[in-house]
């Protein structure tokens, strides 16, 4: 039988009431992750924008230089850090909240608190490394004398859309490992192939049309870095309205699957992880 520990006549409807009586572990898991993550490196926060930047030089390089990639009169290397910082925020909530449970098994076997803050607190880490990379793309494009357009002051809503579609998958593969060990071998995987499927080095859909694009848009990230790069970018780089409703379908089902799975799990967690 499963063994729950659950704090004292707590009821079962107060679970998203407790999200925000325990609202102070979110901060106190995502700041312990941000010390553990930079005690004892040389460069410290550093490490957080040179990632983007060698991704940046990187892929440059291979899809405009050699692939010869069109920008459609952006500088190439706006073009890629516009996608790059969408993405890694996905693929580091991704790849962080899939071990959160299992990296805090001693937190969960002891003390009650609503689980579903552990692997949301990963994403709220990732954030702010997200926020600490913003700014390479701001003085890249101060660099280039590149102003953004209007659509600018819409940037804060796909940002939450990024939170979003890296929360959806974050909690059901989360679950899943605890559980499953197999899905820490399967997410790096996942993340090395998703950044040549995502349009993260070019120009998402150049040579899709259709229902191939709309096939390919079931990716949540592709319409992520789209609106970072009509919201920063603007001129050609244009929101494609079937392909970004898909990717806002699959952005909707994941997070229901996700948080549907993981509350429906959270009670065994203690027992088996």
């Not at 804060?156 to 071998?185: C, E, H, M, Q, W």
Request: aromatic share 16%.
């Amino acid at each position: 039988m499963a063994r729950i520990i659950i704090a004292s006549g707590h009821v079962e409807r107060e679970y998203w009431r407790d999200l925000w009586r325990y609202r102070e572990l979110f901060y106190v898991l995502a700041w312990r992750d941000i010390s553990v993550r930079y005690k004892q490196t040389v460069i410290g926060v550093v490490w957080a924008l040179l990632q983007p930047l060698l991704t940046m030089i990187i892929m440059t390089v291979v899809f405009s230089r050699i692939a010869k990639m069109p920008s459609l009169g952006v500088p190439y290397p706006l073009l890629v850090l516009a996608g790059t910082l969408p993405w890694l925020f996905f693929s580091s909530s991704l790849t962080s909240a899939s071990q959160s449970l299992v990296g805090n098994s001693n937190l969960i076997s002891k003390v009650y608190f609503p689980r579903l803050i552990i692997p949301t607190s990963t994403v709220v880490t990732a954030f702010i490394d997200f926020l600490i990379a913003f700014a390479l793309m701001i003085a890249v494009m101060a660099w280039y004398r590149f102003l953004p357009p209007w659509q600018v002051v819409f940037l804060p809503l796909f940002v939450g859309l990024a939170f979003l579609a890296s929360l959806g998958p974050g909690l059901l593969i989360t679950a899943l490992n605890v559980k499953y060990r197999d899905f820490r071998y399967i997410i790096p995987f996942l993340v090395q192939v998703g950044a040549f499927v995502s349009p993260v080095g070019y120009m998402s859909g150049a040579k899709l049309f259709g229902l191939e694009r709309v096939f390919y848009s079931l990716n949540p990230v592709v319409g992520v870095i789209d609106g970072f790069r009509w919201c920063l970018l603007g001129g050609a780089n244009t929101i494609d309205g079937p392909s970004f409703a898909a990717s806002l379908a699959v952005t909707v089902l994941f997070l229901g699957l996700g948080i549907g799975y993981f509350r429906k799990t959270e009670r065994t967690f203690a027992d088996v992880i």
